[in-house]
C-alpha cells in the first residue's frame, strides 16, 4: 500500500477476494471508494480502517435473513405464501430488485425471470455472475406464458411482437414495466430483434408502470393498448391476451435459509395436488418442474 489510493485489482489483493467480489462491495455502498473520472479508487487508510471494523464473513453469514421473498411478483407464489400459513413476507419490485437485496442479504429468497439474450434460459447467467461466492441454490418455481395483454376481443387485432411496429393511422400507446423488472427485459429484447419495432421511440411509450396489475388496469381504464403481462394476468383482468414466449421462473434461495420451517412449510404445501389445481385455474402455468434444481453456487457442490 506504498500509494494512498488503490485501484479495484490492488484492493482485491489486499482483502484476498476476487475484484467482481469488490464491486459487490461498492454496488452495496459497504466499503469506503471514490469515484474519479469515472474511474472506482480506494483510500488505503480508509480501506484499512473498514477492514478493522468490519464484521468477519463468519459473523455476517450467521446473522439470520430477514423471511423476504423479494423480486418478481407471481399471482401463484402470491397465492401459495398466503394459503400455506407461511410466516414470510412479498416484497415485489422485481427481479432485478430482487437480485439486489439478495446480494445485500435482505432477503432469503428471490423470484426471478431474467431473460438470457438468445431466450434459451432464464436467469442462470445473471444469478452465476453476481453469487459464485454465495451459498445460493436456484430452484424451478414454474413456467408462465407470457405475452401482449390487450383490451378485450383484442380490437386492434395484434397477433405478434411485430404488430407493434406496423404502420397505423394512430400510434399504439405501449405500457413498459419499470427498467430492472424481469418483463421489462423480456420486452425489450423482443422489440430489439424484430425489425418491425426499429422505429419505435420514447413517445410510443408509458414507462415506469410498477406491476403486471398496472398495466392491466391501465388498458382496462384505455389509457394504454397494450404492455407485456402473463396470460394469468389478462385472464384475472378479462382482458384479451397474445401469447409471445413460455418463460420459467425460479426462486433464489439462500442455502440455509431454505431449511427454516417457514420455507420447508411452503415447500410442503406446493408438492400437494392443490398446488397443481390452482396454478391450472390462473391460466398460462406449468408446475411440473416445480423444485428441480436450475443452479448450484460453488459453495454448495
Given at each position: 500500500?506504498?500509494s494512498?489510493?488503490?485501484?479495484?485489482?490492488?484492493?482485491?489483493?489486499?482483502l484476498?477476494?476476487?475484484?467482481?467480489?469488490?464491486?459487490?462491495?461498492?454496488?452495496?455502498?459497504?466499503?469506503?471508494?471514490?469515484?474519479?473520472?469515472?474511474?472506482?479508487?480506494?483510500?488505503?487508510?480508509?480501506?484499512?480502517?473498514?477492514?478493522?471494523?468490519?464484521?468477519?464473513?463468519?459473523?455476517?453469514?450467521?446473522?439470520?435473513?430477514?423471511?423476504?421473498?423479494?423480486?418478481?411478483?407471481d399471482?401463484?407464489?402470491?397465492?401459495?405464501?398466503?394459503?400455506?400459513?407461511?410466516?414470510?413476507a412479498?416484497?415485489?419490485?422485481?427481479?432485478?430488485?430482487?437480485?439486489?437485496?439478495?446480494?445485500?442479504?435482505?432477503a432469503?429468497?428471490?423470484?426471478?425471470?431474467?431473460?438470457?439474450?438468445?431466450?434459451?434460459?432464464?436467469?442462470?447467467?445473471?444469478?452465476?455472475?453476481?453469487?459464485?461466492?454465495?451459498?445460493?441454490?436456484?430452484?424451478?418455481?414454474?413456467?408462465?406464458?407470457?405475452?401482449?395483454?390487450?383490451?378485450?376481443?383484442?380490437?386492434?387485432?395484434?397477433?405478434?411482437?411485430?404488430?407493434?411496429?406496423a404502420?397505423?393511422?394512430?400510434?399504439?400507446?405501449?405500457?413498459?414495466?419499470?427498467?430492472?423488472?424481469?418483463?421489462?427485459?423480456?420486452?425489450?429484447l423482443?422489440?430489439?430483434?424484430?425489425?418491425?419495432?426499429?422505429?419505435?421511440?420514447?413517445?410510443?411509450?408509458?414507462?415506469?408502470?410498477?406491476?403486471?396489475?398496472?398495466?392491466?388496469?391501465?388498458?382496462?381504464?384505455?389509457?394504454?393498448?397494450?404492455?407485456?403481462?402473463?396470460?394469468?394476468?389478462?385472464?384475472?383482468?378479462?382482458?384479451?391476451?397474445?401469447?409471445?414466449?413460455?418463460?420459467?421462473?425460479?426462486?433464489?434461495?439462500?442455502?440455509?435459509?431454505?431449511?427454516?420451517?417457514?420455507?420447508?412449510?411452503?415447500?410442503?404445501?406446493?408438492?400437494?395436488?392443490?398446488?397443481?389445481?390452482?396454478?391450472?385455474?390462473?391460466?398460462?402455468?406449468?408446475?411440473?418442474?416445480?423444485?428441480?434444481?436450475?443452479?448450484?453456487?460453488?459453495?454448495?457442490?
Open positions: 500500500m506504498s494512498p489510493f488503490m485501484t479495484v485489482p490492488e484492493v482485491a489483493e489486499h484476498r477476494i476476487r475484484p467482481r467480489n469488490v464491486y459487490d462491495l461498492v454496488a452495496r455502498g459497504e466499503i469506503p471508494h471514490h469515484r474519479v473520472g469515472g474511474k472506482l479508487l480506494f483510500d488505503a487508510v480508509e480501506v484499512q480502517r473498514w477492514v478493522e471494523r468490519a464484521p468477519t464473513a463468519e459473523a455476517a453469514a450467521s446473522t439470520p435473513l430477514p423471511a423476504v421473498i423479494a423480486g418478481s411478483s399471482l401463484l407464489l402470491d397465492w401459495a405464501v398466503r394459503s400455506s400459513g407461511a410466516a414470510l412479498l416484497m415485489s419490485r422485481g427481479s432485478g430488485d430482487g437480485l439486489r437485496r439478495m446480494l445485500a442479504r435482505e432469503c429468497a428471490a423470484a426471478l425471470h431474467l431473460p438470457a439474450p438468445d431466450l434459451s434460459q432464464f436467469n442462470v447467467e445473471p444469478v452465476a455472475a453476481a453469487g459464485s461466492t454465495r451459498d445460493w441454490v436456484l430452484v424451478q418455481w414454474a413456467v408462465r406464458s407470457q405475452g401482449l395483454v390487450v383490451a378485450a376481443g383484442n380490437p386492434l387485432g395484434l397477433r405478434s411482437i411485430d404488430d407493434l411496429g404502420h397505423r393511422p394512430t400510434r399504439l400507446r405501449i405500457g413498459r414495466r419499470q427498467a430492472g423488472a424481469g418483463s421489462r427485459e423480456l420486452f425489450d423482443l422489440v430489439s430483434r424484430s425489425r418491425a419495432c426499429a422505429a419505435l421511440g420514447p413517445s410510443d411509450f408509458v414507462d415506469g408502470l410498477g406491476s403486471e396489475d398496472e398495466i392491466a388496469v391501465a388498458i382496462g381504464e384505455g389509457r394504454i393498448d397494450c404492455g407485456l403481462a402473463i396470460e394469468a394476468v389478462a385472464r384475472r383482468f378479462g382482458l384479451g391476451f397474445v401469447p409471445l414466449v413460455r418463460e420459467r421462473v425460479d426462486l433464489l434461495l439462500d442455502r440455509a435459509a431454505f431449511f427454516e420451517p417457514q420455507f420447508q412449510r411452503l415447500m410442503e404445501f406446493c408438492r400437494a395436488p392443490e398446488f397443481g389445481l390452482r396454478a391450472e385455474a390462473l391460466g398460462g402455468y406449468d408446475v411440473t418442474g416445480f423444485g428441480r434444481v436450475v443452479w448450484n453456487s460453488p459453495r454448495g457442490r
